[in-house]
C-alpha cells in the first residue's frame, strides 16, 4: 500500500493562495490520489481526487506530475474557514481484493488574519 | 437522511463494560468503513463492508471489537471489555461503490472515552 508524506503543519493569511504538497513514491499504476479536509469534531470531508495531469473543482485543484510520485493539492485565496487539517490518500480499485486507505497525520493548515 | 448519521456523539463508560457504536450511513451506499482517531492523529482503518461481501476485518485491533452491518444498511461496532486506550474517536463512512477511488462520506464520529 502507498504510504504518503506531507508536512505536518503550514501558516497562511487570508486571501493568499496555499499550495500543500504530498509525495507518494510507491504509487500504484492503479492508484488514485484523494484530499480530505477535517475541521475539529468533525469527520473529514472529501475535496479533490485525480489520477493525473491537473483536477480542478469548485474549491481547489489538484497537479500530478507525470511521473505521479507527487501531487499538490492548490487552494486559492484562503480565508479563516479554511483553517483545517488536510490529508493526502492515495488508493485504488483492485478487484477482488478490497483495500484500504492509509490515513497519515495530515498538514494542518493555520489561516491567519 | 442526507448523511452518514452516527450515535451517541458522545460515550463516556467505565472500564470492563461494553459499548455499541451505530452507524447509519447514506441510503443506497453499498461500501461502510468504520475508523478510529486517536487525539492528534490521522485515522486508523477498522473494518470495511462491501455489499453482501465478507467484511475485511484485517483492522481490528483486538478480539473485543466486532461489528456488523445488518440488511446491507445499518452498522454497529461492538467493544467488549472496554479498556482506557480505547478512548478515541470513532467514524462511519460510506459510499456509493466499494473501490478506494471514490468519495467516502463521513459521519460526526463517536467521541468514546473509558475511565
Known amino acids: 500500500l502507498a504510504k504518503t508524506t506531507q508536512p505536518i503543519s503550514m501558516d497562511s493569511y487570508e486571501g493568499q493562495e496555499v499550495n500543500i504538497t504530498c509525495s507518494h513514491n510507491?504509487?500504484?499504476?492503479?492508484?488514485?490520489i484523494t484530499w480530505y479536509q477535517q475541521f475539529p469534531s468533525q469527520g473529514p470531508r472529501f475535496i479533490i481526487q485525480?489520477?493525473?495531469?491537473?483536477v480542478t473543482n469548485e474549491v481547489a485543484s489538484l497537479f500530478i506530475p507525470a511521473d505521479r510520485k507527487s501531487s499538490t493539492l492548490s487552494l486559492p485565496r484562503v480565508s479563516l474557514s479554511d483553517t483545517a487539517v488536510y490529508y493526502c490518500l492515495v488508493g485504488g480499485y483492485n478487484a477482488g481484493n478490497n483495500r484500504k486507505l492509509i490515513w497519515g497525520l495530515g498538514t494542518s493548515l493555520a489561516v491567519n488574519p | 437522511g442526507a448523511g452518514v448519521s452516527q450515535s451517541p456523539s458522545n460515550k463516556v463508560t467505565e472500564k470492563g463494560k461494553d459499548v455499541e457504536l451505530r452507524c447509519d450511513p447514506i441510503?443506497?451506499?453499498?461500501?461502510l468503513y468504520w475508523y478510529r482517531q486517536s487525539l492528534g492523529q490521522g485515522l486508523e482503518f477498522l473494518i470495511y463492508f462491501q455489499g453482501n461481501s465478507a467484511p475485511d476485518k484485517s483492522g481490528l485491533p483486538s478480539d473485543r471489537f466486532s461489528a456488523e452491518r445488518t440488511g446491507g444498511s445499518v452498522s454497529t461496532l461492538t467493544i467488549q471489555r472496554t479498556q482506557q486506550e480505547d478512548s478515541a474517536v470513532y467514524l462511519c463512512a460510506s459510499s456509493p461503490q466499494g473501490g478506494d477511488n471514490t468519495e467516502a462520506f463521513f459521519g460526526q464520529g463517536t467521541r468514546l472515552t473509558v475511565v
Open positions: 441510503s443506497g451506499h453499498t461500501a
Open positions: 510507491n504509487i500504484a499504476t492503479n492508484d488514485y
Open positions: 485525480g489520477y493525473k495531469t491537473k
